[in-house]
């Protein structure tokens, strides 16, 4: 059974860091393009970061762009956010996401398999 667990969710201030990690089981995880999504309260879930197989790239979001780093190591399974500059709209629950994909995709539907997330809280 596909598993991905996030943690790494914390309370931070404005303009401080935390790095999130996504822990994957039973797949491969160079087939599959990976992707971070966030839900803010009352809001709907939204892509943030993603890497696709087809040629290693990397997208972000306009709103993390210059401040969020997704990586990710194969040899673990784990994939990374680092998530610096925090702003209290980048508060919400982070979601991990995988689907056997060669290019990302934006939309949620898209994403087979899901994590339960990860809270972070950016607040003065």
């Known amino acids: 059974q596909v598993q991905l667990v996030e943690s790494g969710g914390g309370l931070v201030q404005p303009g401080g860091s935390l790095r999130l990690s996504c822990a994957a089981s039973n797949f491969t995880l160079r087939y599959y393009a990976i992707a971070w999504f966030r839900q803010a309260p009352g809001k709907e879930r939204e892509g943030v970061s993603c890497?696709?197989?087809?040629?290693?790239?990397?997208y972000y979001a306009d709103s993390v762009k210059g401040r969020f780093t997704l990586s990710r190591d194969t040899a673990t399974k784990t994939v990374q956010l680092q998530m610096s500059s925090l702003k209290p709209e980048d508060t919400g629950v982070y979601y991990c996401?995988?689907?056997?994909?060669?290019?990302?995709?934006?939309?949620?539907?898209?994403?087979?398999?899901w994590g339960r997330g990860t809270q972070v809280t950016v607040v003065s």
């Open positions: 996401a995988a689907a056997g994909l060669w290019h990302c995709s934006w939309s949620e539907t898209s994403y087979e398999f």
């Open positions: 890497f696709e197989n087809n040629d290693y790239k990397t």
